[in-house]
């Protein structure tokens, strides 16, 4: 006789019905007070919410292109252990006077571009003016060597820095010789093959419109974004655990600054 044959095991009536969700519910606030990727504005209004992910109070921070010190205007000076140095005082990024392994963050700002005439630099350092006649000189030219400049620096910040330390850099794209060049995609990619890991990206859009001179044709979109990036150099623990306990706090010794501080205690 062909037909359905029903097995009904013992037991086998469920009572999930009486059982109640035991799922916890998740830790944390509701909010949207957060640490966003892309902000319209300047680097020193950027910077410190950058460090208020990534770098803990009391930090160890070598700034190896501090040249002014714009980064840091809206960062209260108590708050890192700061060593700052430049290559127009005698130090150069790609050779610090560090030991190794003694730093919990390196900051980079060099040159985006190379600029003979220096004009795109009056108020920064300029590749020709800083980079050209020192001791570490690449012989590279134009966009490759601006890149070899990035390159070797971070061999040297991955030296000094600690394990689970965080190296932030400032770059831009270009177009050189009418070929479209992705500099932060490049570096990126290398410094993934010096062992650190990419955290992050924090797109900057300028205020107002960049302008040109003189154009017959334009060619390519005109850049009006840079970026930090943030990478991180792996020690015991593989990936990237967070600042501890940090949390967003009002300081009413720096109520100007309107900026994320951080926990003292």
Not at 31 to 46: C, Y
Not at 76 to 101: A, F, H, M, W
Request: proline content about 5%; glycine content about 8%.
């Amino acid at each position: 006789m062909s037909g359905t044959v029903r097995v009904e095991k013992k037991g086998s009536q469920s009572k999930n019905h009486n059982v109640k969700s035991r799922r916890k519910k998740p830790d944390g606030i509701s909010t949207n007070d957060l640490v966003f990727t892309s902000h319209q504005g300047t680097n020193d209004a950027v910077f410190p919410y950058i460090l208020s992910l990534y770098v803990a109070p009391q930090s160890v921070v070598a700034d190896v292109t501090y040249g002014k010190g714009v980064f840091w205007k809206k960062v209260p000076g108590d708050i890192y252990v700061l060593k700052k140095s430049d290559i127009s005082t005698g130090v150069d990024c790609r050779d610090l006077p560090y030991q190794n392994e003694s730093m919990d963050c390196v900051v980079f700002d060099p040159p985006y571009m190379h600029t003979p005439g220096g004009t795109a630099h009056t108020n920064h350092q300029n590749y020709e003016g800083y980079y050209r006649n020192n001791n570490a000189q690449s012989d590279k030219k134009y966009h490759e060597a601006v890149l070899d400049l990035y390159f070797t620096a971070a061999k040297e910040a991955f030296r000094v820095l600690k394990p689970g330390g965080i190296y932030i850099v400032k770059c831009q794209d270009e177009v050189c010789a009418l070929r479209q060049r992705l500099t932060h995609v490049e570096i990126i990619n290398e410094l993934a093959e010096y062992g650190f890991i990419p955290e992050d990206l924090f797109v900057v859009t300028r205020n107002g419109k960049p302008g040109v001179s003189v154009m017959l044709r334009q060619l390519h979109a005109r850049k009006n974004h840079s970026y930090f990036l943030v990478f991180y150099k792996p020690g015991s623990q593989k990936r990237w655990q967070g600042v501890k306990d940090r949390f967003m706090v009002s300081d009413a010794t720096h109520p100007e600054t309107h900026l994320p501080l951080f926990s003292q205690g």
